[in-house]
């Protein structure tokens, strides 16, 4: 695709429910970030997929939180049993692997409310 | 763990004027350091990437610099505009890890 797009852009959940949240990556993009973003502060690094396995997955902050990447293109965060603590913006980023010289791009976001 | 810090928090100064944002970074064995503008409620937009073997990067009234041996990069942009207003975000990579600072909150008054 043209960029990195993410479904939905806004989710509003009652407290204790599952949520899906979807990122499509650029095309031949192999590596994908999810980041969560609070009002009034940068983003917060969550999981880091090289291909269709988490190279890095210390920022999920409780095991309510996975996500997966079956086929090493669109990536899927999966909340369990949400608390109002979780509402927050999800941000879905894509680069290619490799040098210095990859850049990243992201998405709009997820708007994740709980209520 | 990489940590990363933005100097100052947020910043206001009269259309026309000079500015320079400040980012900081503890851990010099990055790859490469990348400027993002973030709009309220949107995602966020790529800037300037500079690699870990540049020392600055131009586009447009934007200009980045890198101080890899001190840890830090400044933002210098030039005859601000009131469009210029966002919040911008330092994000340093060591290798594919990726980390944000707290970003600067600028406004840009007419």
């Known amino acids: 695709g043209a960029g990195v797009s993410q479904t939905p852009s806004n989710k509003v959940t009652e407290k204790g429910k599952y949520v899906e949240l979807r990122c499509d990556p650029i095309s031949g993009h192999t590596a994908l970030y999810w980041y969560r973003q609070s009002l009034g502060q940068g983003p917060e690094f969550l999981i880091y997929f090289q291909g269709t396995g988490a190279a890095d997955d210390s920022g999920l902050p409780n095991d309510r939180f996975f996500a997966v990447r079956p086929e090493g293109s669109v990536s899927t965060l999966k909340i369990q049993r949400t608390e109002r603590g979780d509402s927050a913006v999800y941000l879905c980023?894509?680069?290619?692997?490799?040098?210095?010289?990859?850049?990243?791009?992201f998405g709009q976001g997820t708007r994740l409310t709980v209520v | 763990k990489q940590e990363v810090t933005q100097i100052p928090a947020a910043l206001s100064v009269p259309e026309g004027e000079n500015l320079v944002l400040n980012c900081s970074f503890t851990?010099?064995?990055?790859?490469?350091l990348q400027w993002f503008r973030q709009d309220p409620g949107k995602g966020l937009t790529s800037l300037l990437l500079i690699q870990s073997s540049q020392r600055e990067q131009t586009s447009g009234r934007l200009n980045a610099s890198l101080d890899k041996s001190s840890g830090r990069s400044t933002l210098y942009i030039a005859a601000s505009q009131p469009g210029d207003s966002a919040t911008y975000l330092c994000a340093v990579r060591l290798f594919n890890d990726m980390r944000f600072g707290a970003g600067t909150r600028l406004t840009v008054k007419p």
């Open positions: 851990d010099s064995a990055i790859y490469n």
């Open positions: 980023a894509s680069s290619l692997m490799g040098g210095s010289n990859t850049e990243a791009f």
